[in-house]
């Protein structure tokens, strides 16, 4: 394979993106648990609850200052290597960013206050406020930047007059019809994987025999939260393979290897395909994609022999669609497990195998994430702006991507050092119990 300049702008948006989807994965999912913490800590006047909150919230900031950096990166790229693509599409996509950064500095500053006046409310509850137009902010932070994804799998708002983009509508363009199911299944994902991530650092935690009744209540707190995220992002995946079905049915079909039209379509799960496009090694659910197509095993699912070669999307990305399901449905169930066994007394859900699972949920939930983004984003080739603008089009034609691919690989391994480093030293040898003491003394 040819590293021509396309080839290295491809490589740079992924890496960037791939680092990025980390932090802002977290900056959107985070808050909300957060604010769980400290509503439960008031409520219940537990000061559990409240170190917990207190300690999420300190670890949030490291990974907020984090994901500001890989974000502009991000803008910085699209200008530098997708010229053309900005040319046509930057004034339609320009209300959207504009909004993101908006949705983030309103996020930010309360942040800032919400860090700075714990105690500083005689009623708790106007400190927990502040946690509200925190979620809003990076729950809108999430929505916009998301809405320019879904404007180059959709695009609209605009049309393009000898060469130049005229009647733009900024507002069709982000309301497009890949817009809904694909901002819910973003924001919910981070809840559940954020969910995830809390729950695996403190089940690990426990497994090293430093587990207290502060780290047991947080395991409920993360695990019971999961669940219903799991759940929730199982919906959202479910509309949005419906999206899929009548809106990019070559994305579909590719995914699931489905190459002739018809009915009662069967869902293919793993397995090998060779140059003649037979499947072999596979598990096949007669009638599920059909299902899963139109909520009816009649529903006749679009083959991917439909669509000229030039415009099929790679065959590979079935596995990225397989994986980011099969770890979906394990989080729902290792969540459900966990749940289980706290209301059936007869189990002990501090077992050491449902704990090593717990641990394992997290980087497997962040895991799926960076797998559905992938799946999302090579699905839509040859496309960078679909039915419109190639790949190869929209590419920088500068000889010194390679360079800048180098620099940036050795920027986001700094940052994620940096990152990993912070956090550690934040919370090593620092237990929750001196602090609850100093904190909230008996």
Same mark, same amino acid.
């Given at each position: 394979?040819?590293?021509?300049?396309?080839?290295?702008?491809?490589?740079?948006?992924?890496?960037?993106?791939?680092?990025?989807?980390?932090?802002?994965?977290? *900056?959107?999912? +985070?808050? /909300?648990?957060?604010?769980?913490?400290?509503?439960? &800590?008031?409520?219940?006047?537990?000061?559990?609850?409240?170190?917990?909150?207190?300690?999420?919230?300190?670890?949030?900031?490291?990974?907020?200052? !984090?994901?500001? $950096?890989?974000?502009?990166?991000?803008?910085?790229?699209?200008?530098?290597?997708?010229?053309?693509?900005?040319?046509?599409?930057?004034?339609? =996509?320009?209300?959207?960013?504009?909004?993101?950064?908006?949705?983030?500095?309103?996020?930010? =500053?309360?942040?800032?206050?919400?860090?700075?006046?714990?105690?500083?409310?005689?009623?708790?509850?106007?400190?927990?406020?502040?946690? =509200?137009? /925190?979620?809003?902010?990076?729950?809108?932070?999430?929505?916009?930047?998301?809405?320019?994804?879904?404007?180059? #799998?959709?695009?609209?708002?605009?049309?393009?007059?000898?060469?130049?983009?005229? #009647?733009?509508?900024?507002?069709?363009?982000?309301?497009?019809?890949?817009?809904?199911?694909?901002?819910?299944? !973003? +924001?919910?994902?981070?809840?559940?994987? @954020?969910?995830?991530?809390?729950?695996?650092?403190?089940?690990?935690?426990?497994?090293?025999?430093?587990?207290?009744?502060?780290?047991?209540?947080?395991?409920?707190?993360?695990?019971?939260? *999961?669940?219903?995220?799991?759940?929730?992002?199982?919906?959202? &995946?479910?509309?949005?393979?419906?999206?899929?079905?009548?809106?990019?049915? %070559?994305?579909?079909?590719?995914?699931?290897?489905?190459?002739?039209?018809?009915?009662?379509?069967?869902?293919?799960?793993?397995?090998?395909?060779?140059?003649?496009?037979?499947?072999?090694? %596979? /598990?096949?659910?007669?009638?599920?994609?059909?299902?899963?197509?139109?909520?009816?095993?009649?529903?006749?699912? =679009?083959?991917?022999?439909?669509?000229? %070669?030039?415009?099929?999307?790679?065959?590979?990305?079935?596995?990225?669609?397989?994986?980011?399901?099969?770890? &979906?449905?394990? @989080?729902?169930?290792?969540?459900?497990?966990?749940? !289980?066994?706290?209301?059936?007394?007869?189990?002990?859900?501090?077992?050491?195998?449902?704990?090593?699972?717990? +641990?394992?949920?997290?980087?497997?939930?962040?895991?799926?994430?960076?797998?559905?983004? /992938?799946?999302?984003?090579?699905?839509?080739?040859?496309?960078?702006?679909? &039915?419109?603008?190639? $790949?190869?089009?929209?590419?920088?034609?500068?000889?010194?991507?390679?360079?800048?691919?180098?620099?940036?690989?050795?920027?986001? *391994?700094?940052?994620?050092?940096?990152? !990993?480093? +912070?956090?550690?030293?934040?919370?090593? #040898?620092?237990?929750?119990?001196?602090?609850? %003491?100093?904190?909230?003394?008996?």
């Amino acid at each position: 394979m040819e590293l021509d300049s396309v080839m290295l702008s491809q490589l740079l948006t992924a890496s960037t993106l791939i680092f990025h989807v980390i932090f802002a994965t977290l *900056g959107v999912g +985070v808050p /909300i648990m957060i604010a769980i913490a400290e509503f439960l &800590g008031i409520k219940r006047n537990d000061s559990h609850y409240l170190l917990l909150a207190r300690r999420w919230a300190r670890g949030y900031t490291i990974t907020v200052a !984090v994901g500001v $950096v890989t974000g502009t990166a991000i803008g910085l790229q699209l200008a530098l290597l997708w010229p053309s693509f900005m040319q046509v599409a930057g004034q339609v =996509i320009a209300l959207p960013l504009f909004m993101e950064t908006f949705a983030f500095f309103f996020e930010a =500053i309360f942040l800032g206050i919400y860090l700075y006046t714990w105690d500083r409310f005689k009623n708790r509850w106007l400190h927990w406020l502040l946690t =509200i137009p /925190i979620m809003i902010g990076s729950t809108l932070s999430a929505f916009f930047i998301t809405t320019v994804n879904a404007f180059m #799998n959709q695009p609209q708002g605009f049309e393009i007059v000898d060469g130049k983009t005229v #009647n733009i509508d900024p507002i069709a363009a982000m309301f497009n019809p890949a817009t809904p199911s694909k901002v819910f299944h !973003v +924001v919910m994902s981070s809840y559940m994987t @954020s969910a995830f991530i809390l729950a695996a650092i403190t089940a690990f935690i426990i497994l090293r025999k430093k587990g207290t009744d502060y780290h047991k209540k947080a395991l409920r707190l993360t695990m019971v939260a *999961g669940f219903i995220f799991a759940a929730g992002t199982a919906f959202a &995946g479910d509309l949005s393979a419906k999206f899929l079905a009548d809106y990019q049915p %070559e994305k579909l079909a590719a995914a699931e290897w489905h190459f002739e039209t018809e009915q009662n379509a069967d869902l293919i799960i793993f397995g090998t395909i060779n140059e003649d496009g037979e499947v072999s090694n %596979e /598990i096949r659910l007669p009638g599920v994609l059909s299902f899963l197509a139109g909520n009816s095993f009649d529903t006749e699912v =679009i083959g991917l022999n439909e669509f000229p %070669e030039d415009e099929q999307p790679p065959l590979w990305i079935h596995y990225m669609f397989d994986l980011m399901v099969i770890i &979906g449905m394990y @989080s729902l169930f290792i969540a459900g497990i966990f749940i !289980v066994f706290i209301f059936m007394k007869r189990f002990n859900e501090w077992n050491k195998p449902l704990l090593w699972g717990i +641990v394992a949920s997290g980087p497997l939930a962040m895991l799926a994430i960076e797998f559905g983004w /992938i799946f999302a984003e090579v699905g839509r080739q040859p496309w960078i702006l679909r &039915g419109l603008m190639t $790949v190869d089009q929209a590419s920088t034609t500068s000889g010194d991507v390679g360079i800048a691919l180098a620099m940036f690989l050795l920027l986001y *391994g700094v940052l994620g050092t940096f990152c !990993v480093t +912070v956090l550690i030293k934040m919370f090593k #040898n620092k237990p929750p119990e001196a602090e609850l %003491e100093r904190r909230f003394p008996k």
